[in-house]
């Protein structure tokens, strides 16, 4: 392809940025057609409310050129809270191309242009941070949903990383949610096991080969890091690599304590994401489908 030239003898389009322009054009061309079908799905409850946004992400992931490795085995039996540590707004599209599932959001997303009609259709449940008086009400709607069978993500740490580290676990919406799934007053919350399952995302590789510690802003999203450029630039490179590890679920017990729990969950999924970030060898092990 021709790269076109000003007369500064510049390049005016790279060839990355048409990659870009292509990526940004596919992805709106699905959204257009999918939006309509999910809006409906959910208004009238139906089934294909969980699996359009599943659709939505694999064509993302496709169209982003993001290359999944996957290691454990995610919970399929009884309700499930997935805490995962948090480097991107990636970790969204990969972790939902993966299954059904929802998102614990921060309130601020809901009122973000696009990206926040998007988290409404994928039924995200949105927190305010700053009152605690809420706490009580999220974590009711979290085991409403999980009752209904609904996977949800949470992302523990309260915030974005580097990618190179985990930050300390938050255990307030943990231990919120488990009181309301095992002291419902209506009635028995959920029937069955409830589980905590760690989940670690590692982005370990740009273009097949080891990011490193001071490329991996590239993939990370954080701090004060402007949405719009950020996802600009990465759909610009594209082939970004990343490493999800499930890590032993916990079993939610009546006596269990939120803040043992937090830790534990926190403990696995640092243990575990580092582990990938250092011994990543560029093969993926089992390829994504």
Not at 21 to 44: D, G, R
Not at 85 to 114: M, R, Y
Not at 145 to 155: I, S, T, W, Y
Request: proline share 6%; with cysteine.
């Amino acid at each position: 392809m021709t790269i076109l030239r000003s007369r500064s003898n510049q390049p005016r389009f790279s060839l990355s940025s048409v990659r870009a322009s292509i990526a940004v054009t596919m992805i709106a061309l699905v959204a257009i057609v999918l939006i309509p079908l999910q809006y409906l799905s959910v208004t009238l409850n139906l089934p294909s409310k969980r699996w359009i946004p599943v659709l939505f992400h694999r064509v993302g992931c496709f169209t982003l050129g993001i290359r999944k490795t996957i290691n454990g085995k995610p919970i399929r039996d009884g309700a499930v809270l997935i805490t995962a540590n948090h480097c991107s707004w990636t970790d969204i599209v990969v972790l939902g191309s993966l299954q059904p599932l929802s998102f614990i959001a921060k309130s601020e997303v809901a009122n973000w242009p696009i990206f926040g009609l998007f988290a409404k259709l994928q039924r995200s449940i949105f927190v305010n941070r700053t009152k605690r008086s809420a706490t009580g009400a999220v974590a009711r709607e979290i085991a409403r949903r999980l009752k209904e069978g609904d996977a949800m993500v949470l992302f523990a740490e309260g915030t974005s990383s580097d990618g190179n580290r985990v930050l300390p676990f938050r255990s307030a919406l943990i231990g919120a949610a488990k009181a309301a799934m095992t002291s419902d007053p209506n009635g028995p919350a959920i029937e069955g096991k409830v589980w905590i399952q760690p989940l670690s995302i590692a982005y370990t590789a740009l273009h097949g080969l080891p990011m490193g510690r001071q490329h991996r802003p590239m993939a990370a999203w954080y701090g004060d890091m402007d949405l719009v450029p950020h996802l600009w630039t990465l759909m610009k490179e594209g082939a970004l690599d990343v490493t999800l590890t499930y890590g032993d679920p916990i079993l939610f017990d009546p006596n269990i304590d939120r803040k043992d729990a937090a830790k534990a969950a926190e403990t696995s999924v640092r243990q575990t994401m580092l582990r990938d970030l250092h011994h990543y060898s560029g093969r993926r092990r089992r390829k994504d489908r």
